[in-house]
């Protein structure tokens, strides 16, 4: 059948091209692609146009052509995925690598969340234009609710891709770009769940952090203004990708760098300098046997971490020297240290420190060991609130850790209690052709729903 059924909303079905949209005069408050064999979904108000290959204009609501048809009526949950698809698309096409300014990004949820009616607070963040929102629907302070957080940063987009990065493409069943999985997807998601939010009895919060993939340093900022920042509901969700898996435990990493100073001169002559070389090699072996020493130990936590039950030590970065025939006067190593949930990270370099300070008894010259960043661990408790309601959710009983960071850690300095859950593969993050399953998607947002509803009552 061919035709328009406003009743039903229906679907037109057009043989169009996007270009054609100029060419008529129904504001378009958004689009977005589905279907496997249609290239998007045009969203007029309260009509869809399903436009297909290329071709003559549409006449929205007048007409169709030859070999198109009504398709059955949207359910509410494909049209939600359409949003959150138009929303992620928008978004991946701004630059939100980490250190460029994130504003532009959230300037675009901001809007989004004001017009439908909720409380935003744009915070200042690392630097510049490189702040942090806090949104919150339904009635602000009171107890219970949830908050949902992410961060609005993605890492570069490097080589590799098989198509633009920036550019959200649909492929067998996933959607591709960078961020699609950590985590703009995510974010998309937890705009649009807010901005639908309707009627709720306890708050729903949104913190969107900058700079995450740098070591979670917009969410280090939010800490630093804690008095400023409005009530949120303690319960957290950070919708890092876990493939909709709970996770309550992830380890910390403090960035710190080793330095020592030596005293430059000819390398033909070694005795007129002091190669700083030789003094790093003892601090190196120092932290090659600390590094022994941690891989030994074990915490109560340490079950949930399967494959690396243990505190890393790694040395990631050298620097030293200038040219073949000048002895380096200066040489440094950067080293991360990734702590179990449960550990103390300072009282762990304390223990380094010491025995650094043993290695480098004998060394003429000055060393040194600075902090670069130290990113919180995540200890959840087994039994928190979140823990359990999401557990429930999914139906998980097993304790799971992981060993890459999040906000998470800083969160819990707010006094939050988080878990990691969110849709799409870790592995398949920070790398070309980053992808986030369509169906991850649903049910992530079918999930979520649930728990915003049992939380906050209300229609979400
Ligand atoms: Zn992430």
Redesign the pocket.
């Known amino acids: 059948m061919n035709g328009y059924s406003p009743e039903i909303g229906g679907i037109f079905v057009f043989r169009g091209s996007l270009a054609a949209r100029e060419e008529h005069s129904l504001p378009i408050w958004g689009y977005a692609g589905l279907g496997r064999h249609h290239d998007v979904i045009e969203v007029f108000r309260g009509n869809w146009a399903l436009l297909c290959g290329d071709g003559i204009a549409p006449h929205v609501g007048r007409a169709c052509y030859p070999g198109t048809g009504i398709l059955p009526c949207m359910t509410a949950s494909s049209l939600s995925l359409a949003a959150d698809k138009t929303l992620l698309r928008q978004l991946m096409a701004i630059d939100t690598t980490s250190g460029q300014p994130s504003d532009p990004a959230l300037k675009v949820i901001a809007e989004k969340l004001q017009a439908a009616g909720c409380e935003v607070h744009r915070l200042e963040g690392a630097a510049d234009g490189r702040g942090n929102l806090i949104a919150i629907a339904g009635p602000v302070g009171l107890e219970g609710g949830l908050t949902l957080s992410g961060?609005i940063d993605t890492v570069p987009a490097g080589e590799g891709w098989s198509s633009d990065p920036r550019t959200l493409i649909e492929r067998d069943g996933r959607w591709y770009g960078r961020g699609s999985c950590?985590?703009t997807g995510f974010v998309a998601m937890a705009t649009n769940l807010l901005a639908e939010a309707a009627s709720l009895q306890r708050p729903l919060a949104l913190v969107l952090t900058a700079d995450?993939e740098l070591g979670s340093i917009g969410a280090g900022a939010l800490v630093d203004q804690a008095a400023k920042l409005p009530p949120l509901p303690k319960s957290c969700i950070v919708g890092?990708p876990t493939s909709l898996r709970i996770v309550r435990l992830h380890k910390g990493h403090l960035k710190f760098t080793i330095t020592v100073s030596g005293a430059t001169g000819h390398t033909g002559t070694p005795v007129s300098g002091v190669n700083a070389i030789d003094g790093l090699r003892h601090a190196l072996n120092s932290i090659e046997a600390e590094r022994s020493r941690l891989e030994e130990l074990r915490t109560k936590e340490s079950a949930a971490f399967f494959r690396v039950p243990f505190p890393v030590l790694a040395p990631v970065r050298l620097s030293a020297g200038c040219a073949w025939n000048v002895i380096p006067s200066e040489a440094s190593v950067d080293i991360g240290l990734r702590v179990l949930p449960d550990q103390c990270a300072s009282d762990v370099l304390d223990d380094i420190r010491t025995a650094l300070a043993a290695a480098m008894q004998g060394w003429p010259l000055a060393w040194s060991l600075e902090i670069y960043n130290d990113n919180p661990p995540m200890c959840t408790q087994r039994g928190a609130e979140i823990d359990v309601a999401c557990r429930a959710l999914v139906g998980q009983d097993q304790d799971i850790g992981v060993s890459y960071c999040?906000d998470g850690g800083h969160l819990t300095k707010l006094g939050l209690e988080c878990v990691l859950f969110g849709p799409g593969d870790i592995a398949v993050?920070h790398r070309p052709d980053e992808f986030v399953p369509i169906e991850d998607m649903v049910q992530a947002r079918g999930y979520l729903k649930r728990i915003i509803s049992a939380r906050c009552g209300g229609n979400s």
């Open positions: 961060h950590d985590m995450e890092e999040s993050a």
